[in-house]
C-alpha cells in the first residue's frame, strides 16, 4: 500500500541558507501534519492542515512556513536557518483531521545545519 | 493540559529477558488514542499499535503486548522474549483529542536488547 512520501530524505544547508521539504500523502488523505525530532528528543508537533487550510499551529518559530497545496501535497520551508533546526523532520496524514482517523507518518527528512 | 511520562530513559536486558516499558498519560478529554512507536537507529516511526479510550481490553500481538489500565492512565508495553532486532527508541504518545490534531509524544524509552 501507498505511504506517505517524503523528500528530500537528507538535506545538508549551511547557517542563514534556506530550505524547503516536501511531503505527499498517502492518496485521498486531506490533512498533513509536520512533527520536528531533535537529536535524542521526542516529536514536536509543528503544524497541520486539512483541505489546504491551517487546522493547527504547535511550536513552529516564526522563520519557517508551511502550506498545503491543492493536490494535498505539503511543504515546509524553513528560512534563517540555524544550527538548532538540525533534526529529523516527519511528515503524517490522515483522512480527515477529527479525533478518530489515525495519522500515517512518513520516513522522515534528516536535517543537518552546518 | 495533556501529557505522556515515560520515566524510564533508558533500559538493558539480556537477549530472551522479558521487558516492561512503562507509559503514563495525562489527559482530560474523554475520548483519546494511545499509541506506541519504535524508532530504530534507522530513524523512522514504526507504528506498533493504536488504542482508543474507550476499549481497556489488553491485545498481544506475537511477542508484543499492551496493558492499558484507565484506573492508573497507564498503557504499559511488554515484550517477551526480547530479541537484539528489538533495540531501538521506544515512544509512548497520546492524542489527538478533541478539537486538537497533534499527538503528544513522550520522551521514549532507550532499550538495549544485549546478545
Known amino acids: 500500500a501507498a505511504g506517505v512520501i517524503q523528500s528530500p530524505r537528507h538535506l545538508i544547508k549551511e547557517k542563514r541558507e534556506t530550505a524547503t521539504l516536501k511531503c505527499y500523502p498517502i492518496p485521498r488523505h486531506d490533512t498533513v501534519y509536520w512533527y520536528q525530532q531533535g537529536p535524542g528528543q521526542d516529536p514536536q508537533f509543528l503544524i497541520s492542515f486539512y483541505e489546504k487550510m491551517q487546522s493547527d499551529k504547535g511550536s513552529i518559530p516564526d522563520r519557517f512556513s508551511a502550506q498545503q497545496f491543492s493536490d494535498y501535497h505539503s511543504e515546509l520551508n524553513m528560512s534563517s536557518l540555524e544550527l538548532g533546526d538540525s533534526a529529523l523532520y516527519f511528515c503524517a496524514s490522515s483522512l480527515g483531521p477529527e479525533v478518530y482517523n489515525e495519522q500515517f507518518f512518513g520516513p522522515g527528512t534528516r536535517l543537518t545545519v552546518l | 493540559a495533556q501529557k505522556v511520562t515515560q520515566a524510564q530513559t533508558e533500559i538493558s536486558v539480556v537477549e530472551k529477558e522479558d521487558v516492561t516499558l512503562d507509559c503514563v498519560y495525562e489527559?482530560?478529554?474523554?475520548?483519546?488514542?494511545l499509541f506506541w512507536y519504535k524508532q530504530p537507529p534507522s530513524g523512522e516511526l514504526v507504528f506498533l499499535i493504536r488504542r482508543n479510550s474507550f476499549d481497556e481490553q489488553n491485545e498481544i500481538s506475537g511477542r508484543y503486548s499492551w496493558n492499558f489500565q484507565k484506573s492508573t492512565s497507564s498503557f504499559n508495553f511488554t515484550i517477551t522474549a526480547s530479541q537484539v532486532v528489538d533495540s531501538a527508541v521506544y515512544f509512548c504518545a497520546l492524542g489527538p483529542g478533541k478539537g486538537d490534531d497533534k499527538i503528544i509524544f513522550g520522551k521514549g524509552t532507550r532499550l538495549h536488547i544485549l546478545p
Open positions: 489527559t482530560r478529554d474523554t475520548t483519546y488514542y
